[in-house]
């Protein structure tokens, strides 16, 4: 019998998206060995030069105006992707989107970018018969993610759902998975072990992360952290950011015994696992690999749009608190120095989590969904 195979298309406009394609794709053949995957940044795969391009142009964007991103984000925030540049999109990039899908011969699509999710869409309604998944990749609905040509929308939250629902797509149409983690953070890995993995200290730690494009603003509170060095351990993850790793490495205050700064990493759950509280821009993965941990956690500097849609989120659903204060920071290193107060606030976590969220959920109905 002819093994299932999935497509998985995502785009690299930030490292979430992406992220998640791969963590269903190996939760997939976690769960069922003999389903084929394959995972594909369609703008760098079909254009590797413009593509590139793009996506460099919007990461500085994204750094250096955030609120022209907000701006946008929100005006457009009610329309799906016109024809006219669908259309320009196909012509620019996805030309041959046809013929890979063609050779790859793939029995089901699973889009986490609405780029790709438009273009698949296209391409359905000029005769293509294979069924189009949409895996929304953040906890709000953006306009951009919608099209009548998606069989199922896969989305984080009943929230979620109710604002696809209030856009007229039926409730059939929709169900609520969660977002995908990699098969990494299904489990608890052993504290001691990691801190000898990573010549980490046994003592209290707090994981600093600035997404896979390492964005830490120069924001004092971040600076203002590691006053704690001597009582805390910190561990500021830059992703793949080298200036912004090489700036830090250069900052006395960055020079401790206690202070890491690492670039990028596939531990970080084991790193989650070794740390009392994740700092983090709310990004949608960040935020539910945090989640699937059940540790605390603290946002900073969300970028106008999503990441404020994620954070309101997570604060509402008492699984982090916004940082905009000294004194939070305070508050928060002082309790994860108090090991019952500590060990018991994150019991708590998991509890709450295993209410609302199953690591494993969305891997298991998209292999439902495929049967």
């Given amino acids: 019998m002819r093994k299932k195979r999935v497509l998985l298309l995502s ?12 963590a269903l794709a190996v939760g997939l053949r976690e769960l069922d060995p003999s389903v084929r995957t394959r995972v594909i940044e369609l703008g760098k795969f079909l254009n590797p030069v413009l593509g590139p391009m793009i996506m460099n142009a919007y990461r500085k964007t994204v750094s250096k105006q955030p609120k022209l991103v907000g701006m946008v984000y929100r005006r457009q925030y009610k329309k799906s992707l016109n024809r006219l540049t669908q259309l320009a ?4 990039f996805y030309t041959h989107t046809s013929q890979v899908i063609a050779q790859l011969k793939p029995d089901l699509i699973v889009c986490t970018h609405p780029m790709p999710n438009a273009v698949v869409s296209r391409l359905k309604r000029l005769g293509l018969d294979v069924p189009l998944y949409t895996l929304i990749t953040d906890y709000d609905a953006h306009g951009t993610w919608t099209s009548p040509e998606v069989n199922k929308y896969l989305v984080s939250t009943p929230v979620v759902k109710k604002k696809l629902t209030d856009r007229g797509i039926p409730d059939s149409r929709i169900e609520v998975t969660g977002i995908p983690v990699h098969p990494n953070f299904w ?20 994981l600093i992360m600035g997404g896979g494009w390492g964005i830490m603003y120069s924001d004092n509170l971040l600076d203002y952290m590691t006053r704690w060095r001597e009582q805390i351990q910190l561990i500021y993850c830059v992703g793949n950011n080298e200036r912004s790793r090489e700036k830090l490495l ?47 956690m603290l946002f900073y500097e969300p970028i106008p749009g999503q990441e404020e849609e994620n954070c309101e989120h997570f604060v509402q659903s008492g699984f982090g608190e916004m940082l905009t204060s000294t004194a ?44």
């Fill in 187 to 206: 489990k608890e890995h052993d504290r001691s072990e990691i801190q000898k993995q990573f010549d980490l200290k046994s003592m209290p730690t707090v």
């Fill in 328 to 371: 939070i920071i305070d508050k928060w290193f002082s309790i994860i120095q108090e090991p019952y107060a500590s060990v018991q606030y994150r019991r708590d976590l998991m509890i709450k989590r295993n209410q609302q969220y199953n690591p494993t959920q969305c891997s298991r109905a998209v292999l439902q969904l495929m049967q």
């Fill in 11 to 22: 785009e690299g406009f930030g490292s979430g998206h992406t992220q998640a394609a791969y």
């Fill in 250 to 296: 250069a900052d006395p205050n960055y020079q401790h015994p206690n202070i890491r700064v690492i670039g990028f990493t596939k531990e970080i759950s084991k790193l989650m696992d070794a740390s009392d509280l994740l700092v983090t821009k709310p990004g949608g993965m960040t935020c539910t690999e945090g989640l699937s941990k059940g540790i605390p």
């Fill in 89 to 92: 999109l196909h012509r620019l």
